[in-house]
């Protein structure tokens, strides 16, 4: 919602997403003491990142595409399977109107081993292609 919201123009406290998770949290069964985690997590995010629409301007948000595979050698598509998936958001840079990939990654732990890790994350990089 908080990038839907960006491309809407609409700006709203980072508290409001704290409280959808708590909200949301409580539908789904989860505890307390992790929806709390789960809440100061989503207003953290939200506050460290409301400053980059200024640089940043959401084009679309779980954007689905879908394109044939082709054999590279081949140059021909298979008649069997196609490459679909979604991408968490599509944005465009304010300075030079490149497009870039939004997608989120979690972990418990970011370390130097992880940095390493989601360089050659094979999500990210058959997206990127």
């Not at 505890?31 to 995010?45: F, V």
């Not at 394109?67 to 490459?83: D, I, M, V």
């Not at 997608?103 to 940095?115: F, G, L, N, P, R």
Request: hydrophobic fraction near 35%; glycine fraction near 4%; aromatic fraction near 10%.
């Amino acid at each position: 919602m908080l990038f839907i919201n960006q491309k809407t123009g609409e700006r709203l406290e980072p508290a409001f997403y704290a409280d959808l998770v708590r909200s949301d949290c409580k539908i789904r069964g989860v505890s307390d003491e992790l929806a709390e985690k789960a809440a100061a997590l989503m207003n953290h995010y939200a506050t460290r990142y409301e400053d980059d629409d200024d640089l940043f301007e959401v084009v679309d948000v779980e954007h689905e595409f879908e394109q044939p595979l082709t054999n590279p050698k081949s140059n021909y598509s298979s008649r069997h399977y196609r490459f679909c998936g979604k991408v968490d958001g599509i944005v465009r840079s304010r300075n030079d109107g490149k497009l870039y990939i939004l997608e989120h990654k979690t972990a418990s732990i970011v370390d130097d081993a992880y940095i390493q890790k989601i360089r050659f994350d094979t999500q990210i990089s058959l997206y990127a292609a």
